[in-house]
Structure formats: C-alpha cells, structure tokens
C-alpha cells in the first residue's frame, strides 16, 4: 500500500487491518483531518472519523497505554477539545471535553476507565477519572484535588499502577499510584527516591502496558543525564545509561 501527504504518526488498529493517520493539505504543512486506511485498498476510499474546520487548531493522534482507545486531541494554545474511540475502530468518536471548556488535559486509560489531568478548576490541574462508558465532563470524579503547592504535569497508566510526574514546593517529584478501589475515589502512592534532593526527573519511555519497573530520566547539578529503571518490588533504581562527559568529569568531586 502507499500513502500519500501523511504528516508523519502512524498507528494500526486492534488488529492490525488498517492504519491512522493525519491527512496533510496539499498546499501546506497541516493536517485537518484524521483518516483511517484499511490495508489492500486505496488511498481514495480511506474514511475521516475526524475533519478540524478551525485553522487555528492542530490535530494529534494516539494509543492509550492500555491499547484499548485511540484519543484525538485538537488544540489551540491552552484550549483542547478531545475525543476517544475504540482502537478496533467501531463506533462514532466520543468527546471527552469540548473546546468550549477552555483548558488542557492529559489523557490515559487504563481498566475500564480514564485517568485525566485537566487544569479546568486549578491552573496546577487536578486528577479525575471517568467510566470508559460515559466519560464526559459530567461524570468525572476528582481522585486528586488542584493545588498551590503540587503543580501536577504528566500521567502514564498501567495495568498494576500509574505513574505521576508533579512539582511539589518547586521541587520535581514522580510517583507511583495504586488504583483506587471500585467505588472509591482514595489514592495513595510513593514517590520515587532519587540521588539527590534537588534534580529534574521525567517519564521515560515505557512501551509496555504491563511492566515491574517505570523507567525514568534524571539529571542534577552533579548528576550527568542518566536513564534509570525503578523496581517496583525493592524500590531501587538501576542504571541503564549515562551520558559520558567527554572532559572526563568525576561525579565524586563535587558530592
């Protein structure tokens, strides 16, 4: 098969018979409108789940860690309107959040619901979840409260956790969250223990929706970029890489 104007993410559906993608302009760099191909056919007969008709807004595209649902966002500066349908293709699109709304969000899902970071009532954003069933604004339940002091910034679900990046005090902070129960909004976690008190840290890749250890950047003022794996059971980071300072750099000399 060939496509033509792709603007560059592509990803299959559940079982591997079609292809999505973003469909660019012919006349310039931009994508309005979000086409599914079904593998062995033409590019002609490839259908559009979505069309962006605002010029000002910009279409992106992806799996949810948990493989279940493609989410479509589309966004203008601080403004998003998203949408979710199932990675087998089947249904219509189901809108998360208009753009009316006027915030962002971060979006996974993972057993049978989303988890979404959304700065709709606290510009440091809170963390809600809604049914995978009926997951408009509506129904949300905060798991999370926005904060002053916890600036929350990114999320990853797993099948037996989820990961949480924060700035706590101005301090840069990952934790590792239990689900809460059937029926409860409780959560609780811990947060990763780093080299040293003052670093950046953020979540790396981590491909797999069911894994033992979340792999991490990390960097501080002594501390060279390092990629780290936590283990989940002995809560011990282990170095997978560091990035070499040609000067011959001796952590040592400046702990």
């Known amino acids: 098969d060939q496509l033509n104007d792709v603007s560059g993410d592509l990803d299959f559906n559940a079982d591997g018979s079609a292809l999505i993608y973003a469909l660019l302009e012919t006349d310039r760099w931009h994508a309005k409108n979000i086409k599914v191909h079904t ?4 590019q002609s007969t490839d259908t559009t789940p979505y069309t962006e008709d605002d ?5 992106g ?10 989410i479509i966002v589309t966004g203008q500066g601080e403004v998003q309107e998203s949408y979710v349908i199932p990675t087998d293709l089947s249904g219509e699109l189901i809108q998360i959040v208009p753009r009316e709304a006027g915030f962002t ?15 709709d009532i606290h510009k440091n954003s809170r963390l809600v ?5 009926a997951p408009s604004m509506e129904n949300w339940e905060t ?13 990853q679900a797993f099948d037996g956790f989820m990961a949480m990046k924060s700035r706590d005090g101005g301090l840069e902070k990952i934790e590792l969250l239990t689900y809460p129960a059937e029926g409860s ?23 797999e929706f069911s894994q033992d250890t979340l792999r991490v950047n990390y960097e501080s003022m002594i501390t060279p970029d390092t990629v780290f794996d936590f283990d989940r059971a002995d809560k011990n980071l282990i170095t ?15 702990a």
């Open 105 to 119: 969000q971060t979006i996974d899902h993972a057993h049978g619901n989303f988890y979404i970071l959304a700065n």
């Open 185 to 207: 909004t409780a959560i609780s976690g811990d947060a990763i223990v780093f080299p040293e008190n003052i670093f950046t840290a953020s979540i790396g890749v981590n491909p």
């Open 240 to 254: 997978r890489k560091v990035k070499k300072v040609p000067s011959g750099y001796d952590k040592t000399q400046y």
């Open 55 to 59: 010029d000002g807004f910009f279409i």
């Open 129 to 133: 979840r809604a049914s995978d069933r």
């Open 39 to 42: 593998l062995g056919t033409e």
């Open 61 to 70: 595209f992806g799996p949810t860690s948990s493989k279940e649902f493609f």
């Open 143 to 155: 798991l999370i409260e926005g904060s002053d002091s916890n600036y929350l910034l990114n999320l």
